[in-house]
């Protein structure tokens, strides 16, 4: 048995001789214990230990049944961002650990989809349908990022963190299914961000909301001065790949849009007006 991984009873797993599963308080310095006995520490990707570590710090980490997976001669399989991050949270948790993987089994960890957050949701509201629970779900972050004023890197987005946001937020299922009802040919923003966008703005006012996201949606009785024709159109190219524009870039064009609409201006719009300019603020405000 290891000298270094310790195991109180030394549970075997029914029908796989040779392998020990137990759940463990893994402490900091337990965890330090083990990756320097680790001979093989694979590159380290430190946004994700960072994200691991804040989802510690924020009491999101349950025992799950996702384990610590360690090879027979104490090779750390899987779980070495897991034991990264509860050193630097500074705090232990409990999580499952199984012992005596043949570690030939590697090349075979991991190779399934990771669950998304739009995944997360369908099984929190498995009675949603499938399309609205996606673009919930992904306008998520989006809505995060407007929260910001599009400042600062995007960060990835915990599972809990989506969860929460939704039920903090239950119109969110209206906007996608008011925009899921729009003709689906020629959309001129994925279903995801499009929620994000209605949802920022019906907090400032729904009717215009309303009005403002189908007349982008649908292009029906606009001008070609109107701030929701002239971004409808940007962004129909870019579907188009006429152009490319990174996300950040068409929900800002989108905010500005509407910002010339609130101001009184919504019929007096121009591609110059709408497009960003090389000296555009960094933070922009939803009016």
Request: hydrophobic fraction near 40%.
């Amino acid at each position: 048995m290891s000298n270094i991984i310790q195991f109180k009873s030394k549970p075997q797993v029914f029908g796989a001789p040779g392998l020990i599963a137990e759940v463990q308080l893994i402490e900091p310095e337990t965890a330090a214990q083990w990756l320097r006995a680790n001979q093989h520490n694979r590159p380290v990707r430190r946004r994700h230990v960072e994200f691991l570590a804040g989802e510690i710090r924020d009491g999101n980490w349950q025992l799950n049944g996702q384990a610590i997976i360690v090879s027979e001669d104490e090779e750390i399989l899987d779980g070495q961002h897991r034991l990264l991050a509860i050193i630097e949270a500074g705090i232990a948790i409990k999580t499952l650990v199984i012992y005596g993987i043949n570690k030939d089994a590697f090349k075979t960890i991991d190779t399934g989809a990771v669950r998304s957050g739009p995944d997360a949701l369908a099984l929190w509201f498995p009675d949603a349908n499938r399309g609205l629970t996606k673009a919930v779900g992904s306008a998520v972050n989006y809505c995060l990022r407007m929260e910001m004023g599009f400042r600062g890197q995007s960060t990835k987005v915990s599972n809990t963190e989506v969860l929460s946001y939704v039920s903090a937020h239950p119109s969110l299922w209206k906007c996608a299914e008011i925009l899921q009802g729009y003709p689906r040919d020629a959309r001129p923003l994925s279903l995801g961000a499009g929620t994000a966008a209605f949802e920022m703005f019906q907090r400032k006012s729904e009717d215009i909301a309303e009005e403002f996201m189908r007349r982008f949606y649908t292009g029906e009785r606009l001008g070609l001065k109107d701030a929701e024709y002239v971004l409808r159109q940007m962004l129909i190219k870019d579907a188009q790949r006429l152009t490319s524009y990174p996300m950040d870039i068409k929900l800002r064009m989108v905010v500005k849009a509407w910002n010339w609409c609130r101001r009184g201006r919504g019929d007096e719009a121009t591609r110059q007006a709408i497009a960003l300019g090389p000296h555009e603020p960094d933070r922009l405000v939803i009016l």
